[in-house]
């Protein structure tokens, strides 16, 4: 330890006669040459302990405490991390954690070597090997995407193949039907010759019997034999829409980079996203009002295409309309009950729930199939006397998610349990109810709309618990959204719900006529208002992210919003 008065650069001198030292002092902190020792430790008012220099190497040097002078800081204070004297240890220290100072740098010491240095040892090793595999992993990406590629090219190729074909077919078809009518004029044009020949014969020859058995048939043949016209077909090549291949292809899910910190996540600015990131606009712009017609109570809307959008409302009729408010088809419901939610199937189908006969049915070309069938209704005063029987559920509301299955929102028949199913065709293959505690996810009554976001989380909008509760693919829970309110004036009441392709999460609030927007960890990100909003019900985004609200008005909105 260097003297207080020495710096690093100074020649270590005896402190009383200048030359070279061959022992200190500790107590007194004092260097001295073996000549002026006795002299030093003649001054009887002070304690002395002189050691030799290599007496000082194999003791260990414990630094002086800056509040005594006389007392050597031996101990260490865990609590407050700093050596202290005995002294110290007893006046401000009392109740701490204590432990001689040698034994505390002894314990950080093995620490340090046995349990912190391998886990960064193993972290460096960790990350090398995910390195190491980074040509693997992104290789079977890059050969899933060529595979995909060669089954569209053999669908291509197929379709192409087929028009070759069918245009092949109807060529022979055209060249029979030219055939059949040149035979037809060759024959006649073979008796015209015959006749012309005959009529010279009988000019040339002027023979009576001839002449009294002739018959004109020029009358029979000035009218000309039908001539067929065959109008070749004409192909008429559809407009090819970019963003329907693109998602016909497939999605690739985000890179997503998460720093684990102290037991907490966070996600990393330079995660990449496909497609690329949409910032929010400062202002949304509503872009089209239409009047669906349904006069009130517009309950849902789901796209079809950019332009055209399936609707339902208070009555049996689903309309699709396009986003000039024009009708294009419509469906009525098989048993003439009013539909309680539709959705559009990666096919373009529609699907529809009915509440009052308890089925999922499906449109396709016009024709209504009934996809999932529950057991019918039971009155609530007869479920206690039978107790023994299944519970009996009633469909709600539906969406179609990335892998082509349906998830539909389900209530008890006695009103006191409510449920999500996932649906693969009429198979059920997942039922969502309750948390790791056992506790049930969703409340017992209301509106519960459902929509998978894009990061495969289920969302479902439940009005009577006041929140939006966001499960994972596999049913646990994610979060609970209950309401911003910064900027409302009643109580949270999420409807419809949907999502975007930057895995945002929209949900309609009833009573404050806006719209919430949450990242996917349920984070409030901003609220869409002042665009001519009331009572918004049912919504849905299309495939340029432009948001279509359903409103209880009877009105349709669409909203830019990215």
Known sequence: MLHPRRSAQDVLQCDLCKTVPQSRCEPCNVDLCNACVGKHISDLSKIHNVMSSLQRKSTPSYPKCPKHANKHSELYCEKCDIPVCSTCASEKHRGHNLCEVLENISSNLEELETRIYPRYEKMVSDLQTEKDELQ????????????????????????????????????????????????????????????????????????????STYKSKNGEFRQLPPKVQVTSPSFSPSKIDKDHLNKMFGSMSSLSIITEKQGYTSKSPEAISFPPVKPLLDEPRLTASIDTGYGCRLRSVSCLSENKVWTCGDNKIMKLLNLQGTQLTSIQTESGDTPEDITVTQDGDLVYTDYNNKTVNLVKNKQIQTVITLQGWIPDILLKWIPFRRQRWTPRYVCNTSSGDLLVTMISDD????????????????????????????????????????????????????????????????????????????????????????????TADWYNDCIHILDQDGQFLRYIQNCQLRRPLGLCVDIRDNLLVAEDTGYLKKIQYL
């Open 136 to 211: 693997t992993n992104y290789g079977k990406l890059i050969t899933a995407t060529d595979q995909q590629g060669e089954v569209l090219h053999r669908e291509i190729t197929a379709i192409v193949d087929q028009r070759k074909s069918d245009i092949e077919k109807i060529k022979n078809k055209h060249r029979a039907v030219l055939d059949k009518n040149t035979d037809e004029i060759t024959n006649r044009i073979t008796e015209l010759k015959k006749i012309i020949e005959d009529l010279k014969k009988i000019l040339n020859t002027k023979d009576a019997s001839l002449i």
């Open 415 to 506: 009103r006191k349990q409510s449920k999500v199913v996932r649906y693969s065709g009429a198979k059920e293959k997942q039922t969502i109810q309750f948390d790791e505690q056992g506790q049930p996810l969703f409340s017992s009554g209301g509106y519960k709309y459902i929509n998978e976001n894009r990061n495969l989380d289920i969302c479902v909008a439940d009005i009577a618990a006041k929140a939006v509760v966001v499960v994972n693919q596999s049913g646990k829970l994610r979060f609970r959204y209950t309401g911003h309110y910064s900027n409302t004036k009643k109580s949270f009441t999420p409807v419809g719900i949907t999502s975007d392709s930057q895995s945002h999460i929209l």
